[in-house]
């Protein structure tokens, strides 16, 4: 209003201007009041409704913290899947089953995940380092917002198939023993009747004849049965061990003798060393020579022009741990684990109670025979046998 018009006005005037200008302050007054208590009001509200959320959100970050605790310690391997098929996490224990970092699972995947089913299978899966495990693989759905993710669970069962396969092999050899225990002696009556009437023909016959050559081969025949029969007998009675202390050089020179009888003329050909840690061991003589002597004999068996073997003897632990590899061509990996069973055999003329009888001589030690899944240092079978060192 310029001062022209404000000079025009009449008192009443400006008092009514003067009136509308309080009542239109007091209005702007009352709504500031208004206004400034409901932003009291919201205020109050976002800071109950912060607090509320800051307690959700540390309940579900210790929940979080919990699960993933729990996740981490769980003896089974724990894996997650995006909605896509995509790794999304995965716990310590199943990189370990996996032998994988998780970088690399989380980026490349697996194989064995990626065949999961909702139904538990049994997979073999081989590590870097050519080692075996038997896992139990599951996939189950995953419930939440995202459709289609899904969890998988990796569960170790190496250890319960071989617990399994040893039961078995030992129920073969419970068998095995008591149908030796109950043959063996009937069947050497007849073997010595046998062996002792070829024994004087080939003292009666002309040493260049026919009958000669017969004679000395039913000699020879008869001492395999007889080989035979005290392999039998040896799973008849394995349980009586008469321990004593043994010079390990003595053992294994006694045992490796044993095995290059059989080669005569021909020991020349195999080069057999040892490797020693050990100087004396407790053991049962008679039956760890015997042990000793059948996984040189095999091992020399598997190089029939000749080749290399070595003997090995340590400490590992409270182990002593027995060794013999050779530079042969290896044993197939579906056979290695089965090399317990008797009458299990790759020879033609082989019996399949050598390596039985090491399993069992190595079993009533206490201890375990086993032939390594990877090739030993020499490119070839290295079977290791391991008992318990007794004081």
Known sequence: MNTAVISSLQPDDLARVATELTAISENLLASYGRLARHAERVESELVVANTELARRVAEVDALRLHLDTVRRALPCGVVVLRADGAMASANPRALVLLGCDESELLRDGNDLLAAATFEESMRDHVLADGSRR????????????????????????????????????????????????????????????????????????????????????????????????????????????????????????????????????????????????VTEVRIDRIKMRQALRNLVANAIQSQPNGGRVVVALRLVDEFLEMRVHDAGPGLAPQLAGRVGEPFLTTRAEGTGLGLALVHAIAAVHGGRFEILATPGPLGGVDARLRIPRKS
């Open 134 to 277: 038997v896992l139990a693989v599951r996939r189950s759905p995953l419930p939440g917002p995202v459709e289609g993710g899904a969890v998988i669970t990796i569960d170790d069962r190496t250890e319960e198939r071989r617990l399994s396969a040893e039961l078995a092999s030992t129920s073969k050899m419970v068998a095995l023993g008591t149908m030796a225990g109950g043959i063996a002696h009937e069947v050497r009556n007849p073997l010595n009747a046998v062996r002792g009437f070829a024994s004087l023909l080939c003292r009666e016959l002309d040493a260049a004849s026919r009958a000669h050559r017969f004679a000395r081969r039913i000699q020879q025949g008869v001492d395999e049965v007889e080989a035979i029969v005290a392999s039998l007998l040896g799973f008849a009675s394995p349980e009586k061990l008469v321990r004593e202390t043994v010079a390990t050089e003595a053992l294994v020179a006694e045992a490796v003798a044993l095995a290059l009888q059989e080669q005569s003329t021909r020991a020349h050909l195999w080069s057999i060393t040892t490797e020693l840690d």
